[in-house]
Structure formats: C-alpha cells, structure tokens
C-alpha cells in the first residue's frame, strides 16, 4: 500500500502560481510513477501531468503545457506541481496518483484549486 498526502491548493487569482506537494509514504519502493489528475464541477476526471520516479520522464497534458512543471525529490518521496500563469478553466479538485511496477494505482484525497478571474 502505498499512502497519499497532497498539500497546496488555494484560491489565486488568474496569472498567478500554486505549488501543490504529495507526499508518499509506505511501500514506495513500488512507485513506478506518479503524477496528477484533476476534477472540475460536473466534469471527468483528466490527467494533467506525470513523472516517473526513475530517470524522471515526463507527461503533460496539452492545457497545461508550458505553464505546469512537475518534479520530483526521491529522498522524500515526494512529487510537486509547479503551476503558472493560472487560468480560471485551471479551477478543480487536484489528485495526486501513484502507479506501482505491480500496476496497482493509488490516488490521494485531493486538494481543492480555484482560480478567480
């Protein structure tokens, strides 16, 4: 099992930044990757950017492109979610997932998000 903790979100207003954290704790020496999802009101569930946690690849999904870096620090078992130039269609419940090598998939509690324009 693999356990979850995001911290971060917030309200900002548009143009500005967030930094969300997550941290892991219990067998992550399973995780092969881990990343971000996020929900907005009445809408699915998207991937929005991902890092594996050996050799540090990278996903992003194309709205968030060049204004979102995701990161990790291995000996804290933690990833971030660098995020700039916030729009207010940024607005969602932000989980942090993780992926083991044995495919199991963990998700954290979310963080909640809001950009004001």
């Known amino acids: 099992q693999v356990q979850l903790v995001e911290s971060g979100g917030g309200l900002v207003q548009a143009g500005g930044s967030l930094r969300l954290s997550c941290a892991a704790s219990?067998?992550?020496?399973?995780?092969?990757?881990m990343g971000w999802f996020r929900q907005a009101a009445g809408k699915e569930r998207e991937s929005v950017a991902h890092?594996?946690?050996?050799?540090?690849?990278?996903y992003y999904a194309d709205s968030v492109k060049g204004r979102f870096t995701i990161s990790r620090d291995n000996a804290k078992n933690t990833v971030y979610l660098q995020m700039n130039s916030l729009k207010p269609e940024d607005t969602a419940v932000y989980y942090c997932?993780?992926?083991?090598?044995?495919?199991?998939?963990?998700w954290g509690r979310g963080t909640q998000v809001t950009v004001s324009s």
């Open positions: 219990g067998r992550t020496f399973s995780t092969a990757s």
């Open positions: 890092i594996t946690w050996i050799g540090g690849s990278t």
């Open positions: 997932t993780a992926r083991g090598y044995d495919s199991n998939d963990y």
